[in-house]
């Protein structure tokens, strides 16, 4: 387009271009676009779709997060409810190692329940073990088997299967104090334990001591039912010392009602001739023996003490120490 400047009379000075229209508010402006620019353009917007996307994803697994804890959370309280305190001890690791090693709901469903199967059979032994009121919880597995040679480990390995509770046999332990007879009663009384059978450990001065007290109450009956209840009694230390009088009555009425019915383990340290005088009562004595022994596994054990070998060992790194200093 040419532009031409022409002069009016009045003087004053007009262009020939045309008055251009005025642009619509939104008429848009010319843009004058390059490569370079296009490609900053579709870059914004990857970006910009791409956090868009991340922010939706993050936002959704915050929600299942959410849930998956509410979930739990709800499992817990209504497994507690159920006393299922097992399951709920080891609901959070069964539900990782489901989601790891992706397995079904019956394998879940299968260890879950073994958990709490575990949890109440431990429980139920720590129970019983209370119950027996061992003077020590002692294991076969502890016992010195080296140190006396004389004590057949074959033997006692056998009796911790409890074959004789389930028959109704007893057992009698004879041997010199220190040889480990208390040790190895208690070992086969938690094995019992462990084998589900109820279980009571007493040592013979327990024994008279518990019908004197509950005779001068009138509770004989309670007393002889709690030796008369348990698969396994067993009685240590008979023949330590001399026992009072009517301890023979007591002890036969025990040896007597649990014959053939209930098993029995005694130790003692004393033949068993000596036992009319040691009870004070030779009748009864004879009494005892005569059901005692019909069918029990009668094991002598010789050799030294244990005890006397632990204080031997004492003094001599006492007097290695004092030879140092």
Same mark, same amino acid.
């Given at each position: 387009m040419s532009l031409s400047l022409y002069q009016l009379p009045d003087g004053k000075v007009k262009s020939n271009r045309k008055k251009e229209k005025p642009?619509?508010? @939104?008429?848009?402006?010319? *843009?004058?676009?390059?490569?370079a620019s296009a490609l900053r353009f579709l870059s914004r917007i990857a970006l910009s779709s791409a956090q868009a996307l991340k922010n939706v994803a993050h936002k959704k697994q915050n929600s299942i997060q959410k849930k998956g804890k509410n979930m739990k959370d709800s499992l817990q309280t209504t497994l507690k409810k159920l006393h299922l305190s097992g399951m709920a001890q080891s609901l959070e690791v069964r539900l990782q190692e489901a989601a790891g090693n992706r397995l079904g709901h019956a394998e879940f469903l299968e260890l879950i329940l073994q958990d709490e199967l575990d949890v109440r059979a431990n429980r139920l032994v720590e129970r019983r073990v209370k119950v027996a009121a061992f003077r020590e919880t002692k294991t076969l597995e502890d016992f010195d088997w080296q140190f006396n040679t004389t004590i057949k480990k074959k033997q006692f390995f056998d009796l911790a299967?409890?074959?004789? *509770?389930?028959?109704?046999?007893?057992v009698l332990l004879l041997g010199p104090p220190g040889t480990g007879k208390s040790h190895l009663v208690q070992a086969l009384g938690y094995q019992a334990v462990k084998a589900g059978f109820t279980v009571l450990y007493r040592s013979i001065f327990d024994v008279v001591r518990d019908f004197l007290h509950d005779e001068a109450l009138g509770n004989e009956q309670k007393i002889l039912a709690k030796y008369l209840k348990p698969d396994l009694l067993i009685v240590d230390d008979m023949g330590m010392k001399q026992l009072p009088k009517r301890s023979g009555e007591y002890l036969f009425e025990i040896i007597m009602r649990r014959h053939e019915t209930r098993s029995t383990i005694m130790t003692t340290n004393r033949p068993i001739e000596d036992w009319g005088k040691l009870i004070g009562d030779v009748p009864s004595a004879t009494a005892i023996l005569?059901?005692?022994?019909? @069918?029990?596994?009668? *094991?002598?054990?010789?050799?030294?003490?244990?005890?006397?070998k632990n204080l031997k060992n004492e003094k001599s790194g006492e007097k290695l120490t004092n030879g140092k200093q």
């Open positions: 642009r619509a508010e @939104h008429e848009a402006l010319p *843009i004058s676009i390059t490569p299967v409890c074959g004789f *509770i389930r028959n109704a046999r007893d005569d059901r005692f022994l019909q @069918h029990a596994e009668f *094991i002598t054990i010789t050799g030294r003490s244990y005890r006397l």
